[in-house]
């Protein structure tokens, strides 16, 4: 038996439960394995409290949880090939990822070889922010001498989105609560408080003018975007499906080019991307984590270590 963070019913974070499972093992074509962080994502627990999210991705209950993991390969079924046991990899096993064991079948289960230069702690916050942000920032193309407007930009992927930006030689305004305008400060942010009246103060702050904007919250941002005369065009949304503004492309980490892993692996191992870790629970306070994010005031990523 091993140890996996499952729910039997959709729900808040109460439904989450640490179980003894049946260990599962890499058949053909698969490899296992032995999972020792795990990266929380919002939306790990938005697939997890909403049916109508879970189905989106395929999902139904009783599930497991979670989707970005960093580990070591244990198991290597017949035909993989670029694999091998005690091997480093941090990818996303879609509602499996917190537990001690996953398995994955690439290249169908996005899997990365992990540098020698990165911890597991840091791999594990990489696939759905990274990939996230990347695809956000793709869609507007900012640019030197662009001032860009993003949305959230203390949280998870904002951190992100912030640093990749800043990598493209573009002015950078962040929405956050007055708390984190430090912290976005290091980040090369230029804070801003979000809520009513978010267009006035971006227009005191960037005289000059917003160019581009992405909105990795909801669209609060995205609409003081346009109503500062940024074209729609030049603005992205990553959670508006629900409530797209109209116009404003809607994008996620599918969307991202082939290469933006790589990129953004061979960033952090250089020292131009960094990523600030907000908290570590072990496997059994999975909850807590997950209650944690969910109140929106974490500046960065919330993991989950796994026992080795």
């Known amino acids: 038996m091993s140890q996996a963070i499952v729910y ?74 670029g694999f091998a046991v005690d091997e480093r990899v941090y990818g996303a096993a879609m509602a499996r990822a917190v ?26 916050t990489l696939p759905v922010s990274g990939l996230t942000a990347f695809a956000a920032l793709e869609a507007i193309d900012p640019q030197a001498g662009d001032t860009v407007l993003v949305g959230g930009a203390a949280g998870g992927v904002g951190v992100f989105a912030v640093q990749l930006a800043r990598l493209a030689a573009a002015h950078v305004v962040g929405t956050a609560s007055e708390g984190t305008f430090e912290f976005l400060r290091q980040l090369g942010a230029e804070p801003v408080a979000y809520g009513p009246g978010l267009a006035d103060r971006v227009r005191v702050l960037a005289p000059g003018g917003i160019t581009a904007a992405t909105d990795l919250f909801g669209t609060e941002a995205a609409e003081a975007a346009l109503a500062l005369g940024v074209p729609a065009e030049r603005i992205s949304t990553i959670a508006a499906l629900a409530n797209p ?51 929106r005031h974490v500046h960065g990523k919330v993991v989950i270590t796994l026992p080795n």
Do not use: K
Not at 277 to 282: N, Q, S
């Open 8 to 81: 039997e019913s959709f729900g808040g974070p109460e439904v989450l439960e640490l179980r003894d499972v049946p260990e599962p093992h890499a058949g053909p074509g698969e490899i296992r394995v032995r999972v020792t962080v795990a990266g929380l994502n919002p939306m790990d627990w938005g697939i997890s409290s909403r049916p109508e999210a879970a189905a989106r991705f395929g999902i139904s209950a009783p599930s497991g949880f979670g989707s970005d993991f960093a580990g070591v390969v244990d198991e290597v079924g017949n035909g993989v090939t």
């Open 245 to 295: 503004v109209p116009g404003v492309r809607a994008t996620g980490a599918a969307d991202a080019s082939p290469d933006a892993m790589m990129r953004i692996a061979n960033g952090i191992v250089d020292g131009s991307i960094t990523v600030p870790i907000a908290a570590r629970f072990p496997i059994e306070q999975t909850i807590e984590a997950v209650r944690l994010q969910a109140g």
């Open 99 to 124: 537990a001690q064991f996953a398995v994955l079948r690439p290249p169908a289960d996005p899997v990365w070889h992990t540098p020698d230069e990165m911890s597991d702690e840091v791999a594990s």
